[in-house]
C-alpha cells in the first residue's frame, strides 16, 4: 500500500481541484451575466465563493493530500512516521470533510441550489473527497499518533469561521436574491423562521460534531498509528 497511496492521494487532490476550478468558474460567470448590481458585484461573489465551510475544507484537503504524498514520495525508502505538523493537517483537514460530508447529506441536499453548482461538482465535493479523507484516516500507512489535544485544535479554525461568517453577513447585499445580508447556509441566517435560538443551536450543535469526529479521527490514528515521543 506504500508504494501506490501517494498516488491515490494525488488522483484525490487532482479531482479535488478540477471540482473547485469548475465550481469558480460557474460561480464567477454567474456574476458576469448578472443583470443586478448586487449579483454582478465580482469581488463580492468571488469573497463569498471562498467564505463556503465546504470551499475551505475541500482546499484544506487538497493541500494535505497534496503534502501528504509528496511526502510519502520522497520518503518512499524509508519506514518512518508522518512528521507531527503533516499528522496534524491531515487530522484536521480530514476531520472537515468528513464534517461537510455529514452536514450536507443530513441539512442540505435536499436544498435546490440552481446555477450554483452542477451534479459532479456537487458531488465531488459533498460526497466524494468526504470519503476519501474518510478512507485516508482508516487505511493509509505511515500514520502517526496524535495527542487528544488535536481534537480540540481542530475546532480552532470552525469558531474563527463561524464568527467572521456572523460578523460579515450584515455587510454584504446577497447577489442572489438582494438582501440586505448573506448567510452561505440557510441554518446560519437569524433572519430564517427559528431566529437566532435555530442558529445558536446550529452552531454549538456543529460545534459538538466537529470536536467528536476530530476525537474519532485521533482516536483512529493513536490505534492504528505509531507513537513517537515527543
Known amino acids: 500500500m506504500t508504494t501506490w497511496w501517494p498516488y491515490f492521494r494525488i488522483a484525490a487532490a487532482l479531482l479535488g481541484t478540477a471540482a473547485l476550478v469548475r465550481q469558480f468558474m460557474q460561480t464567477v460567470g454567474n456574476a458576469l451575466s448578472a443583470t443586478t448590481e448586487w449579483g454582478a458585484h465580482v469581488p463580492t461573489v468571488v469573497a463569498n465563493f471562498f467564505s463556503y465551510f465546504t470551499i475551505l475544507s475541500n482546499l484544506s484537503a487538497v493541500v494535505a493530500l497534496t503534502i501528504g504524498a509528496v511526502w510519502m514520495l520522497r520518503t518512499r525508502r524509508e519506514n518512518t512516521p508522518e512528521p507531527r505538523w503533516l499528522a496534524t493537517l491531515l487530522a484536521f483537514s480530514s476531520t472537515y470533510m468528513i464534517v461537510t460530508g455529514v452536514v450536507y447529506n443530513v441539512l ?10 452542477e ?59 438582494g438582501n440586505a445580508w448573506w448567510y452561505p447556509y440557510p441554518f446560519l441566517d437569524p433572519n430564517g423562521p427559528g ?19 476530530g476525537a474519532a479521527v485521533v482516536w483512529v490514528g493513536r490505534r492504528r498509528g505509531i507513537r513517537v515521543p515527543a
Not at 200 to 206: D, K, L, P, Q, S
Open 195 to 213: 431566529g437566532w435560538p435555530s442558529v445558536v443551536a446550529y452552531i454549538v450543535g456543529i460545534a459538538v460534531v466537529i470536536v467528536g469526529f
Open 108 to 117: 442540505l441536499r435536499n436544498i435546490v441550489l440552481v446555477g450554483l453548482s
Open 119 to 177: 451534479p459532479w461538482t456537487n458531488e465531488t465535493l459533498h460526497v466524494v473527497m468526504p470519503l476519501v479523507m474518510l478512507v485516508d484516516v482508516l487505511v493509509a500507512p505511515r500514520r502517526r499518533a496524535l495527542s487528544w489535544s488535536a481534537a480540540l485544535g481542530a475546532a480552532i479554525f470552525p469558531i474563527v469561521w463561524a464568527i467572521y461568517t456572523m460578523v460579515r453577513a450584515n455587510f454584504i447585499t446577497a447577489p442572489a436574491t
